[in-house]
């Protein structure tokens, strides 16, 4: 049996493809290795369990809010395994003028009124636009509606979700749109929401308010560890 293998490059014996060991062999990188794979290479772990590696962002989902459709709903998402959650939301456009809104979901069903929200938008020219209520029926995310009826008239939305799953404090949103304007100008708005009561919420859902989408609009849904 050989103790120390010495050689300079190791290749398959046919084919492109080769294999390490046996099913539960484990191969060490001592200490002051460097294990260096090229800027072309690829390191495929799918479906493998990797440990040892943290991340801070966790990809929990992504994909389309579909085209055609009036609403985009994410049930049951939150359960405590994070305390800050980013969601993103591209190119959106509806068949006319609308905001883009937010609800929770409670105790299985989705909550229709009491939300609190206040945006602040800016137009060109300096235009200031404002808008809030303590007792909608959703949480608003632009200061002024978006313009409708166009593909290259679109939405974008960054949001914090923070701490949902907490059942002493209320839940609250707060982040940034940026749209093409129904008055026919470039803006975005700032914006914050909550849900003035102290129970867990355990999902989600967007609108545009304003009939359906007319392109799929993609999403990425992150967890934020602490």
């Not at 989902?61 to 359960?79: E, I, Q």
């Not at 980013?86 to 989705?110: C, K, P, T």
């Not at 914050?192 to 355990?202: E, I, M």
Request: charged letters at 10%; proline letters at 2%.
């Amino acid at each position: 049996m050989t103790s120390e293998l010495k050689v300079d490059k190791i290749t398959p014996a046919s084919g492109t493809s080769g294999t390490f060991g046996d099913s539960g062999d484990t191969f060490q990188v001592p200490s002051g290795v460097t294990l260096d794979i090229a800027s072309s290479a690829t390191l495929d772990a799918t479906g493998a369990t990797v440990t040892g590696i943290e991340a801070n962002l966790v990809k929990i989902s992504s994909g389309n809010w579909a085209s055609g459709t009036d609403t985009l709903t994410f049930s049951g998402v939150f359960d405590g395994t994070y305390k800050t959650y980013l969601f993103y939301l591209n190119n959106i456009y509806a068949s006319s003028d609308y905001r883009v809104s937010v609800q929770f979901e409670r105790g299985g069903s989705f909550v229709t009124s009491g939300y609190y929200y206040a945006c602040q938008g800016l137009a060109n020219g300096n235009v200031t636009q404002v808008d809030s209520s303590s007792s909608s029926s959703r949480m608003v995310t632009n200061a002024a509606n978006a313009h409708g009826g166009a593909a290259a008239k679109t939405y974008s939305l960054a949001m914090n979700i923070f701490d949902p799953y907490n059942s002493t404090s209320y839940t609250q949103i707060s982040g940034k749109s940026s749209m093409w304007l129904a008055s026919d100008a470039t803006g975005f708005s700032d914006f914050v929401g909550l849900d003035p009561s102290a129970a867990s919420v355990t999902g989600f859902r967007i609108d545009c308010g304003s009939g359906n989408i007319g392109a799929n609009a993609p999403y990425l849904f992150y967890g934020l560890k602490s």
